[in-house]
C-alpha cells in the first residue's frame, strides 16, 4: 500500500504528466529577449522545466555558466549532457542550496502548483543577492477570461478540463503580493501582447486589429520580473536564512 507521501507525489505527477510539459513557442521566444534585454548571465533554473523545450534554448543561447533544470517529470533522453537535471516534487523545496542560482525561470508553472506564496519564498532562497526571478502564468484578467468567469463559473483556463493540473488562478495583485511578502524588490509586469479571440483561438485580437488591441484585455498571460535585494555587508557575513 502507499504511503500518503508517496500517493500525493504520483497526484502530482500525473497531473504533470497531462500538459506533455511544454508550454508555447511565443512564450519560450519572449523568455529569451528578456534574458538578452536584461543582460542575464550566471547560473539558472528552468523551473518546472518539463519536457525541457526552455532548457534547451537556454544552452543555445551560450551566456549561463550552468542551466540547471528541475521537474517532477524525467529527464528527457536527449537532454544535453551539461544540463544539471533535478528530479524534484515542485510542491516542495528543492534539495539545492541556499543561494545557488543567479537566474530563476518558472515558464507557466506556478499556476500549476499547491502554494505559490511557498514557491516565491523558494525562489528567494535559491536566489544570489541580486538574483532575478522571472514568472509567466495565465492572466486572468484579459476579455476571455473574464467572460468564462461570468457564463462559466471559472476563469477560462481553470475549467474542468485543465484540472488538476491547472490550480491555482493568479491574477496581477496576487503575483506582486506573493512576491513582496517572500521579500523580492524592483517588481514589475507586463503582458504578452498575445491573445485568442474566444471561440477562435487560432485567430489573436492583435490579427484583428491590426495590433491596436494589446495589454492586460487582450493578452492571455502575464509576466512578473523581481529582484532578491542586495545583502548589506553585516547580512553577508551572517548565516542565511530559510524563509
Not at 37 to 62: P, Y
Not at 132 to 153: C, D, F, H, Q, Y
Not at 205 to 216: E, F, H, P
Request: proline share 4%.
Amino acid at each position: 500500500m502507499l504511503s500518503s507521501e508517496t500517493s500525493l507525489r504520483a497526484r502530482r505527477k500525473a497531473a504533470a504528466e497531462t500538459s506533455a510539459g511544454i508550454s508555447a513557442d511565443f512564450l519560450y521566444d519572449r523568455y529569451e529577449q528578456i534574458i538578452r534585454e536584461r543582460h542575464l548571465s550566471g547560473s539558472i533554473l528552468d523551473f518546472g522545466a518539463g519536457q525541457g523545450f526552455l532548457t534547451r534554448r537556454l544552452i543555445g543561447m551560450n551566456r549561463f555558466s550552468s542551466v540547471a533544470a528541475a521537474d517532477i517529470l524525467p529527464k528527457s533522453s536527449d537532454m544535453p549532457s551539461q544540463v544539471v537535471w533535478i528530479d524534484a516534487d515542485l510542491d516542495e523545496s528543492l534539495a539545492e542550496p541556499d543561494e545557488s542560482f543567479d537566474v530563476i525561470l518558472c515558464c507557466e508553472v506556478i499556476h500549476c502548483l499547491e502554494n505559490p506564496r511557498a514557491v516565491a519564498r523558494e525562489f528567494f532562497r535559491l536566489l544570489h543577492s541580486n538574483g532575478t526571478v522571472i514568472i509567466s502564468t495565465p492572466n486572468n484578467e484579459s476579455v476571455r477570461a473574464i467572460a468564462a468567469l461570468w457564463m462559466r463559473g471559472h476563469f477560462v483556463d481553470f475549467g474542468k478540463t485543465s484540472y488538476p493540473f491547472h490550480k491555482t488562478a493568479l491574477l496581477k495583485t496576487d503575483l506582486d503580493r506573493l512576491l513582496g511578502e517572500a521579500g523580492f524588490e524592483r517588481r514589475e509586469f507586463f503582458y504578452s501582447n498575445r491573445g485568442g479571440v474566444p471561440k477562435r483561438l487560432s485567430v489573436t485580437w492583435q490579427q484583428v486589429s491590426g495590433g491596436w488591441l494589446r495589454g492586460k484585455r487582450f493578452s492571455d498571460n502575464i509576466f512578473a520580473i523581481a529582484r532578491k535585494p542586495s545583502r548589506s555587508p553585516s547580512q553577508k557575513s551572517a548565516a542565511p536564512v530559510h524563509a
